[in-house]
T-cell receptor, first 115, second 109 residues
Framework: EAGVVQSPRYKIIEKKQPVAFWCNPISGHNTLYWYRQNLGQGPELLIRYENEEAVDDSQLPKDRFSAERLKGVDSTLKIQPAELGDSAVYLC?????????????FGPGTRLTVT | RKEVEQDPGPFNVPEGATVAFNCTYSNSASQSFFWYRQDCRKEPKLLMSVYSSGNEDGRFTAQLNRASQYISLLIRDSKLSDSATYLC??????????FGAGTRLFVKA
């Protein structure tokens, strides 16, 4: 079974530039998460989707971050414009949701460096 | 106070040692609990769920104490390959999942 796929794996951009990350979850997983992980910290939730609906985006900096999950499958996370503090690993995860929400499967992440 | 707190370590132990990590959580409505393992520069991977009755998977034993709001992970007979960061995860009935900052473990030969 294919796992969660993310691309790109690495991205280096200059501040004020836009950047986008793509995620393809495990087939059949209705819940999709985007996390940001800084060095030495645990993953912090940015947004959670149940199918195509964003049900928890309280931690998403909406002035510069946006996300979409068309057709309830693939998802894209965008930052525009990027700031130096956005340098981090962006992780996508998927799960069956509900009480199984803690059983999350993570993609390899995108390591973003903003210069 | 953080919602999920862990001792960041690092824990440096010799091969064959027994090591235990604790994690405390603040929300008494938390419903399910997990330990994830994260290797350096890799993604987190589910290690095991944690139940009130305790559960064991080979050399790993997880315990939950709801009254005191903490969970623990015990690793027996440590292997070099156990070196990683162990993340404590609390789930609020599927609606919200909170990760701790992790405890780093180094197992030395």
């Amino acid at each position: 079974e294919a796992g969660v796929v993310q691309s790109p794996r690495y991205k280096i951009i200059e501040k004020k530039q836009p950047v986008a990350f793509w995620c393809n979850p495990i087939s059949g997983h209705n819940t999709l998460y985007w996390y940001r992980q800084n060095l030495g910290q645990g993953p912090e939730l940015l947004i959670r989707y149940e199918n195509e609906e964003a049900v928890d985006d309280s931690q998403l900096p909406k002035d510069r971050f946006s996300a979409e999950r068309l057709k309830g499958v693939d998802s894209t996370l965008k930052i525009q414009p990027a700031e130096l503090g956005d340098s981090a690993v962006y992780l996508c995860a998927s799960s069956l949701g509900g009480l199984a929400g803690g059983w999350q499967y993570f993609g390899p992440g995108t390591r973003l460096t903003v210069t | 106070r953080k919602e999920v707190e862990q001792d960041p370590g690092p824990f440096n132990v010799p091969e064959g040692a027994t090591v235990a990590f604790n994690c405390t959580y603040s929300n008494s409505a938390s419903q399910s609990f997990f330990w994830y393992r994260q290797d350096c520069r890799k993604e987190p991977k589910l290690l095991m769920s944690v139940y009130s009755s305790g559960n064991e998977d080979g050399r790993f034993t997880a315990q939950l104490n709801r009254a005191s709001q903490y969970i623990s992970l015990l690793i027996r007979d440590s292997k070099l390959s156990d070196s990683a960061t162990y993340l404590c995860v609390v789930n609020l009935g599927g609606f919200k999942t909170i990760f701790g900052a992790g405890t780093r473990l180094f197992v030395k030969a």
